[in-house]
């Protein structure tokens, strides 16, 4: 039977390797440029870390690890009901694999507060499982690329995210809309319209929105037990059009009655003034059905799109103040973003936005003729590789249409020709393979000729 890996998964040859580490090493260089700090933390975590901090459905997907050894022996039989799938689960799976790079951190951050310096800024480039159905551009492995800033309320920290995006999205060239909003103006808009206690249920379904349009959503609000006359007035305030200023004047009349609303629109406003004082090359919209579905945001909240490809959001994240506190750290606030990697590189493909020299790896080849042959090569490779020039032998003495053909395919530039007239003379013969240009130059000069012309 042919080999395969599970659905949902994929392998990565060279080329796509070259174009995800020009993602990672451009998103890398941007958090690095802005002061943040790499760490890394175990593929798998306790459940007793991970379940209760994503809701009833993010729960739901995370990849449950079966504990080693006989799991089944504190298991009884009356736990193989149908009705106690969950329950089993517990008894039987004390792991998870990492649903995201968010509670990893935060469970990081309590258990080394007294190693870190506050407020800490970090980054994480590490890939992530969900137990999701997958489909175009949704996997269930795939790549997060997190910066956070925990110890510290000042929405200065929201502007630097802000910032960030659109310095990343610029070096990679693909054309964006950045979407905000705060979790407390919808914790106020719940308040508005009679259904505090439903905040979760509300910023559930209204996150589906752009993936099931806004009827399902009306469904979706009243399964959840939210009165019609709720979702009537809900509706109109989500789906308002017009300017960033014009949504804020009408949240000041509908959430004057809301001391929490009334908060979320002046950290919204405090943003758009950072923001309104900037030149930045992204869209900008201030999104009121942006809701972004897991429960630990308490602020701000982002969202990512590309503006010419159809693909869900490939970047976002917010501010979350009690994340810490479940982990017996109270009062540590924190936010940040995440860039989906998995997502962009699709973004860049199909817009071909990866620069041509992202899958060039061996610039130039030596031919092998034989041991003579090889030996007179070794210390000229030894001598492009100590000044930075990746190159290779060819590792057998083949035909030489053989070795060009595999120059070909690997889109080697250069080939290096060393044969008994060659060696005679001191000389090595470099041909360009793009041009199919000769030329016959001193051994002694190869560092200097490759330099100048690649």
Avoid at 89 to 95: D, P
Avoid at 435 to 450: D, W
Wanted: proline fraction near 3%.
């Amino acid at each position: 039977m042919k080999p395969s890996i599970p659905q949902g998964t994929r392998d990565f040859g060279p080329v796509e390797m070259a174009r995800r580490n020009y993602i990672y090493n451009t998103i890398r260089n941007v958090f690095e440029l802005y002061g943040f700090q790499q760490i890394e933390t175990p593929a798998m975590e306790n459940l007793s870390t991970l379940l209760g901090k994503y809701g009833e459905e993010g729960d739901k997907l995370l990849f449950r690890i079966l504990n080693s050894g006989d799991y089944l022996t504190k298991v009884d039989d009356k736990d193989f009901r149908k009705d106690n799938s969950l329950g089993l689960s517990g008894k039987i799976c004390e792991r998870g694999l990492r649903y995201d790079l968010t509670v990893p951190f935060a469970r990081f951050v309590v258990q080394h507060r007294e190693e870190l310096t506050f407020p800490f800024r970090r980054y994480q480039i590490q890939p992530v499982w969900r137990a999701d159905r997958p489909q175009k551009g949704r996997y269930r492995e795939f790549y997060q690329c997190d910066a956070d800033i925990v110890g510290s309320d000042s929405l200065l920290n929201e502007w630097e995210l802000v910032q960030i995006v659109n310095t990343v999205f610029e070096k990679l060239g693909i054309n964006i809309c950045l979407k905000i909003n705060n979790r407390k103006v919808l914790s106020g808009i719940a308040e508005a319209i009679g259904a505090e206690s439903h905040i979760t249920d509300i910023t559930v379904a209204i996150d589906k929105l752009d993936k099931i349009g806004i009827e399902k959503v009306k469904d979706e609000l009243k399964e959840r037990g939210i009165t019609e006359s709720a979702v009537e007035k809900l509706i109109p305030i989500i789906e308002f059009k017009g300017s960033s200023r014009d949504k804020l004047e009408l949240l000041r009349k509908t959430l004057a009655g809301s001391a929490t609303g009334l908060k979320g629109i002046e950290e919204v406003e405090t943003l758009l003034n950072y923001i309104d004082g900037a030149q930045l090359s992204c869209e900008i919209e201030f999104d009121l059905s942006l809701a972004r579905g897991l429960n630990y945001y308490t602020g701000a909240i982002f969202e990512v799109k590309a503006k010419d490809v159809a693909i869900g959001s490939i970047s976002g994240g917010g501010r979350y103040d009690n994340l810490t506190g479940v982990f017996g750290m109270p009062g540590v606030s924190g936010v940040g973003i995440s860039f989906g990697a998995d997502r962009i590189y699709d973004v860049l493909l199909q817009l071909n936005l990866f620069p041509s020299e992202t899958s060039q790896t061996t610039r130039i080849m030596f031919v092998n003729f034989g041991k003579n042959e090889e030996n007179y090569c070794l210390p000229l490779a030894a001598q492009l590789r100590q000044n930075g020039i990746s190159c290779e032998i060819y590792p057998d003495a083949q035909k030489l249409k053989k070795q060009f053909d595999y120059a070909n395919k690997k889109n080697i530039q250069f080939v290096v020709i060393a044969g008994e007239d060659e060696i005679k003379a001191d000389e090595i013969t470099v041909k360009n393979m793009i041009t199919g240009e000769q030329t016959k130059i001193s051994k002694e000069g190869i560092v200097s000729f490759i330099c100048k012309n690649i």
